[in-house]
């Protein structure tokens, strides 16, 4: 992870001092994940977090520009199961923190006045902490590679657009996991994410 963080930052730095503009980043973000649970009838709900980090970009031609980041993402899930057998139902969540590392393609169109913005790009994801709720107990998720553990690292692609007004950026992203977080061959479980962030990026 301290890897991860000291490549990021030289990728900013060097953003920075090569004229381009580097800023900071915040949101709110609607998550849920795709289950797939033997064949369990589970109803998933969504988590409302927060995101915020850092964002940077710097143009590869006049209206392409590459746009990383590194952000604190709040994610997670609720679910529920109600027995079609009379034997019970149960219900739970998850809320997980993540370090991601978002790397977006982004297009500018001028509007006079804002531009429009289109992205689209991988975000590499590295899970922090996180608990599990099940039927009111509590307990740490455990990062790992066990059955009983969910995977450390997520990979998902997001796509998404917004406008720019000068120093400011609002935009909006989904991200649909690609990497299953779980070890299980019968549980499967893939994030997904829907934000919207504003950003304010200092520089010309």
Request: proline fraction near 3%; charge should be negative; glycine fraction near 14%.
């Amino acid at each position: 992870m301290k890897r991860i963080l000291f490549l990021l930052a030289i990728v900013l730095f060097g953003i920075s001092a090569t004229g381009q503009r580097i800023g900071v980043k915040a949101g709110v973000s609607f998550s849920n994940a795709n289950f797939e649970i033997m064949d369990l009838n589970l109803s998933p709900e969504g988590r409302t977090g927060i995101h915020f980090g850092f964002t940077g970009e710097f143009p590869l031609t006049g209206t392409l520009f590459l746009n990383p980041g590194v952000l604190f993402s709040q994610k997670g899930y609720k679910y529920r199961f109600d027995d079609e057998f009379g034997l019970g139902s149960f219900s739970g969540k998850d809320n997980m923190n993540y370090l991601e590392i978002p790397v977006n393609l982004m297009f500018k169109a001028d509007l006079k006045g804002p531009k429009l913005l289109l992205q689209a790009g991988p975000v590499f994801g590295v899970g922090l902490n996180g608990k599990s709720f099940f039927n009111g107990d509590q307990e740490d998720i455990e990062f790992g590679g066990d059955d009983d553990q969910l995977d450390r690292m997520d990979f998902s692609l997001s796509i998404g657009g917004g406008l720019e007004y000068g120093h400011l950026q609002l935009t909006v992203n989904n991200a649909f996991g690609l990497s299953d977080i779980t070890h299980s061959n019968d549980v499967h479980i893939k994030h997904k994410v829907f934000a919207m962030s504003l950003a304010y990026l200092f520089g010309e």
